[in-house]
């Protein structure tokens, strides 16, 4: 059983168009995060939920829209694709807060826009 | 975003040498600090977690922290070919508990 599962695994779409990914964990996690990883492996924050309420939009363009419908799942909405968004996008859960706990990560999303 | 900066490398070194890999933070209100690999093409994975001064040892892995110079390091003993990978500093900052900040790796390389 994966524990935290991306889909899809692969987009590839123009500019302009918009995307979803979705993730869901089956850990009884209480928090979950979208990262993305740039293709100098630079990992970044971009949400955290916690019990299915934004504790953190860490400054994201707003063509970016998470929604978490219950605490197992958020998913990532993006409008209007620019160039700059082509990236590895990771969603990770944790049991507690990111301090005292270790963050399971899924397997990425990659996207491609061209 | 507060940074943590590591050496991207490539580290290279041969089996059974002892590997070393540092990273700084600039949060000096900072309090847990993780060690992830992360493979080519697959997610990261913890493998270190540490919270207090000193060292910490779990099998072949120690990890090192010293606040007061904001540096943590890791170091992998008796190095594997299996451990070549990126291997991600991770540091949760003081106006979050909710996020983690990540420094963009170190590659390691182990020649057998």
């Known amino acids: 059983d994966t524990a935290v599962s991306q889909t899809p695994k692969y987009l590839v779409t123009q500019m302009g168009n918009d995307k979803s990914i979705k993730c869901e964990q089956n850990l009884g996690h209480d928090t979950m995060y979208w990262y993305k990883q740039d293709s100098k492996k630079f990992l970044k924050i971009m949400f955290s939920?916690?019990?299915?309420?934004?504790?953190i939009n860490e400054t994201v363009p707003n063509r970016f829209s998470p929604k978490s419908p219950d605490k197992a799942h958020l998913n990532l909405h993006i409008n209007s694709l620019e160039l700059g968004d082509s990236a590895v996008y990771f969603c990770?859960?944790?049991?507690?807060?990111?301090?005292?706990?270790?963050?399971?990560f899924g397997e990425g999303s990659r996207l491609t826009v061209l | 975003q507060k940074e943590v900066e590591q050496n991207s490398g490539p580290l290279s070194v041969p089996e059974g040498a002892i590997a070393s890999l540092n990273c700084t933070y600039s949060d000096r209100g900072s309090q847990s600090f993780f060690w992830y690999r992360q493979y080519s093409g697959k997610s990261p994975e913890l493998i270190m977690s540490?919270?207090?001064?000193g060292d910490k040892e779990d099998g072949r892995f120690t990890a090192q922290l010293n606040k007061a110079s904001q540096y943590v390091s890791l170091l992998i003993r008796d190095s594997q070919p299996s451990d070549s990978a990126t291997y991600l500093c991770?540091?949760?900052?003081?106006?979050?508990?909710?996020?983690?900040?990540f420094g963009s790796g170190t590659r390691l390389l182990v020649r057998p």
């Open positions: 939920y916690n019990n299915k309420e934004l504790i």
């Open positions: 990770a859960s944790s049991l507690g807060t990111a301090n005292t706990g270790e963050l399971f």
């Open positions: 991770a540091v949760n900052p003081l106006d979050s508990s909710y996020k983690l900040i």
């Open positions: 540490i919270y207090s001064n």
